[in-house]
């Protein structure tokens, strides 16, 4: 699998299962602190991901 593309499904995957979890611990992402909070954790959460993913399969 092209490498763009795996990276591009993993975030996707990531943005539904983080806006699925803060609409039901926050209520929605309405206000800016809940915002900022969700912004960096799907960055932070994001970034981990591939690195790890990369990490395990070999890749440099």
């Known amino acids: 699998m092209n490498i763009h593309l795996r990276n591009f499904l993993i975030c996707e995957l990531i943005l539904i299962?983080?806006?699925?979890?803060?609409?039901?611990?926050?209520?929605e992402?309405?206000?800016f602190p809940q915002w900022v909070t969700y912004s960096i954790s799907y960055i932070g959460?994001?970034?981990?991901?591939?690195?790890?993913?990369?990490?395990?399969?070999?890749?440099?």
Do not use: E, H, P
Not at 45 to 57: K, N, R
């Open 29 to 31: 992402i309405s206000t």
């Open 45 to 60: 959460t994001s970034v981990g991901v591939c690195l790890a993913v990369d990490i395990f399969s070999g890749r440099d």
């Open 17 to 27: 299962t983080m806006t699925i979890l803060f609409k039901w611990g926050y209520g």
